[in-house]
């Protein structure tokens, strides 16, 4: 059997003509499919096909090569299951064709570099220009310690999750999150424990970008109108009603393979956007007496839950791993091709630029304003708060790269809940998703996110709050995946590796999530229902 990718339907071998005893009945020869690549499981969860059994013939048949080619209609051409030994020793073949119709596994023809795009452009955000606000507590020792520990840590979890991806025991592949946490942890515990994290990380972060995208195009237009034209200044709704237009119209590219450019684009300007702060922020120099003195809670017990808060936003900066199966996905794989090679030689270059983005950002950031950061905002803030004293040019293109890459980021963090919702119409109606059903469903979900963003506008108060709720997904789950399917040796240096990073991340993630409550009580939030 061959291990290159061939995805042209099973021709069955010819019937042996050997003559057999007439009151023996002949066994037919068992219909396999090529063991080119991985099948990968449908995220409906419903059984999976199997190719009818094929019943013996009383009497014996010649077939001949001139037999066309069965064609199986409802099997994706690019899904085959492993030749294992397990899948060698199988006579039936169990495909599913949902894969084919959802728009994470619809084209899988990515490679390294779209990895690199994907993850780069997911990995960098806006939520890691407020880094510096947790050296204010943390102070420059314990700011870059953790900050380290943390990059180090969350890249481990991230190396679990790509080999976890395709089992070459069982053939399958794990195309999504939620279906990796389900044959770990199983179905019911799995949405206890994964559901709502990684549907914040998916949806939440898509209302998140509304409200960053819109406050920002607002920034970049008084940046142009510089406060002399006569041209109409539209409200911060009106704002965040233009940026979700925008979105919802570059949705509408079919699956996430087409947004490898988009997702180029927005790792572009990423990279360009926190380069030019930190640049900037050095080159202006440090505010007048700028104080590096971490800041200290009058309690001991707020002092905790001060620093517990920081490590919590130093958490939420690391972001992507709910996409990183999703991105694997759209790889081809095989025995001698797996996709955890060209997957994770992309992933090391992306982090490798993430973390030339990140320390600095929040090193310069830190030294430059101090214990003056703001708390709301970050760099974005702080920047545009001296806008007087920088060049408006610089400005406005630093504001329009933060305006592109969320328009980007959006488009990669809602692909998992455009492909759960036509899930839901795949399951009960067994057949793909319309172009214009997918074009409806698609503006639904952005303009729910919008709803969402107008209706809660202090979302990114709770940064702390928010990365303790979202921890375990990066940093503890996977530890907990790769005990459960890879089955390390007892007491081994990976048994005790994962079970350690595990228990220390759901622990440390009860902690922030407390930490996080007591923060937004003790110190208020401006909550602004419907008030953006």
């Known amino acids: 059997m061959g291990d290159e990718i061939n995805s042209n339907p099973v021709t069955p071998r010819p019937a042996s003509t050997t003559p057999t005893d007439a009151s023996v009945a002949p066994t037919p020869p068992p219909v396999s499919s090529p063991p080119s690549q991985y099948h990968s499981p449908s995220l409906s969860r419903s059984p999976l096909l199997s190719t009818p059994e094929i019943k013996p013939s009383k009497t014996p048949r010649i077939v001949t090569p001139k037999i066309a080619t069965p064609r199986l209609s409802l099997t994706p051409r690019f899904i085959t299951p492993l030749g294992s030994p397990i899948r060698r020793a199988l006579h039936l073949t169990k495909l599913d064709p949902h894969d084919a119709w959802l728009p994470i596994t619809e084209s899988r023809n990515g490679n390294a570099y779209y990895a690199g795009f994907h993850t780069l452009c997911s990995g960098i955000g806006i939520q890691a220009l407020v880094l510096p606000v947790a050296f204010t507590i943390l102070g420059w020792t314990w700011g870059i310690i953790c900050l380290t520990l943390a990059f180090i840590w969350q890249l481990y979890t991230l190396y679990l999750l790509v080999q976890l991806h395709e089992s070459p025991e069982t053939g399958m592949r794990y195309s999504r999150y939620m279906q990796l946490a389900s044959a770990a942890f199983g179905e019911k515990l799995a949405n206890w424990l994964a559901l709502f994290p990684f549907m914040y990380l998916a949806g939440g ?168 950061i703001p708390v709301n905002g970050g760099m974005l803030v702080a920047i545009y708060g001296h806008k007087n004293d ?71 108060s709770m940064a702390g709050l928010i990365g303790g709720i979202a921890l375990p997904v990066t940093m503890a789950y996977p530890c907990f995946m790769w005990l459960k399917m890879k089955r390390p040796k007892m007491y081994g240096l990976s048994w005790w590796v994962n079970w350690v990073l595990g228990t220390l991340g759901m622990a440390l993630s009860g902690l922030l999530i407390a930490a996080g409550v007591y923060v937004v009580i003790d110190t208020g939030i401006k909550v602004s229902f419907f008030k953006p």
């Open 205 to 372: 972060t898509c209302v998140s970008l509304i409200i960053i995208g819109g406050e920002t195009c607002k920034m970049f237009f008084e940046i142009l109108c510089g406060g002399t034209c006569g041209a109409h200044h539209l409200t911060t709704v009106e704002w965040y009603l233009v940026f979700t237009c925008a979105a919802v119209l570059l949705s509408q590219l079919p699956n996430l393979n087409s947004i490898a450019g988009v997702s180029l684009v927005g790792a572009i300007t990423a990279v360009g956007y926190c380069t030019m702060m930190w640049a900037i922020s050095v080159s202006e120099g440090r505010m007048p007496n700028v104080s590096y003195n971490p800041m200290r809670a009058s309690t001991e017990i707020a002092r905790v839950f001060d620093v517990l808060n920081a490590l919590g936003i130093i958490s939420f900066a690391f972001r992507g791993h709910n996409l990183i199966l999703e991105i694997q996905a759209t790889m081809p794989s095989s025995e001698k091709h797996p996709s955890r090679v060209p997957m994770w030689r992309g992933t090391k270059v992306a982090y490798a630029m993430i973390a030339a983005c990140l320390f600095p950002l929040a090193i310069a950031g830190y030294w430059a304003y101090g214990r003056e």
């Open 390 to 460: 920088i060049a408006q040019s610089v400005l406005g293109l630093v504001i329009l790269f933060v305006i592109i890459n969320a328009l980007s980021s959006f488009q990669i963090y809602g692909m998992p809940m455009h492909d759960d919702m036509e899930s839901k119409f795949i399951m009960k109606f067994k057949k793909p998703l319309p172009w214009w059903g997918r074009a409806i469903s698609r503006a639904m979900f952005g303009y729910g996110c919008f709803f969402v963003a107008v209706a809660i506008p202090f979302l990114g």
